[in-house]
């Protein structure tokens, strides 16, 4: 299959069987191309990732980095059929039985995406409605170029409240975890 090559809908399969070097998402049947990220990008996922791994030692949860996450509506009659599948900058997942030899196959607790001007929009619009339909509890947008995380909170009613916005100034309570607080200086220490 060829990048001209369209279908009306992809699935999972073909994220499996996607040729070429282009790493691939695809949402509600659609595909975004990835484009290879900036270096100050890897630097923030690592800073992000270490405080999270530190605090998980000996806990239930995980956290992964670039993980493929499959979310199914639910009507599929295989994993293959599924429609949606991302690779988030970084996961926390409590759930293990979430987790298989593929990645993980429903919403994980918390998700972040750290934006670059080629994904900002999707991070912003598609990801949000996405990870808001199917229930991630906190979803963060890290956009570098500015120094600020953009926090979104799942309500009781299955939406995203009202944002909390950190600077790099800023520490951030982790609201799935008791006494888990993230410090931006050390995030954006470039």
Same mark, same amino acid.
């Given at each position: 299959?060829?990048?001209? #090559?369209?279908?009306?809908?992809?699935?999972?399969?073909?994220? !499996?069987?996607w040729?070429?070097?282009?790493?691939?998402?695809?949402?509600?049947?659609?595909?975004? !191309?990835?484009?290879?990220?900036p270096?100050?990008?890897?630097?923030?996922?690592?800073?992000?990732?270490?405080?999270?791994?530190?605090?998980?030692?000996?806990?239930?949860?995980?956290?992964?980095?670039?993980?493929?996450v499959?979310?199914?509506?639910?009507?599929?009659?295989?994993?293959?059929?599924?429609?949606?599948?991302?690779?988030?900058?970084?996961?926390?997942?409590?759930?293990?039985?979430?987790?298989?030899?593929?990645?993980?196959?429903?919403?994980?607790?918390?998700?972040? #995406?750290?934006?670059?001007?080629?994904t900002?929009?999707?991070?912003?619009?598609?990801?949000?409605?996405?990870?808001?339909?199917?229930?991630?509890? #906190?979803?963060?947008?890290?956009?570098?170029?500015?120094?600020?995380?953009?926090v979104?909170?799942?309500?009781?009613?299955?939406?995203?409240?009202?944002?909390?916005?950190?600077?790099?100034?800023?520490?951030?309570?982790?609201?799935?975890?008791?006494? !888990?607080?993230?410090?931006?200086?050390?995030?954006?220490?470039?």
């Open positions: 299959m060829s990048l001209t #090559e369209r279908k009306k809908v992809y699935t999972y399969e073909d994220y !499996l069987n040729p070429g070097e282009h790493k691939i998402e695809i949402i509600d049947g659609q595909v975004y !191309l990835h484009t290879v990220p270096r100050i990008h890897q630097e923030i996922s690592g800073a992000i990732v270490y405080q999270f791994s530190n605090y998980l030692k000996d806990k239930k949860c995980e956290v992964y980095f670039r993980l493929g499959r979310l199914p509506s639910g009507n599929e009659k295989s994993d293959k059929e599924i429609k949606t599948v991302v690779e988030p900058d970084i996961i926390v997942v409590c759930d293990k039985l979430k987790l298989d030899d593929e990645g993980c196959k429903g919403a994980p607790d918390l998700i972040v #995406e750290i934006t670059s001007p080629s900002a929009r999707i991070d912003k619009v598609e990801k949000f409605n996405l990870y808001e339909k199917h229930g991630v509890k #906190e979803y963060w947008i890290v956009e570098p170029e500015v120094k600020l995380v953009t979104f909170l799942l309500q009781e009613n299955g939406r995203y409240g009202r944002p909390n916005i950190y600077t790099e100034e800023d520490k951030i309570k982790v609201s799935i975890f008791e006494d !888990l607080v993230i410090d931006l200086k050390d995030v954006f220490n470039y």
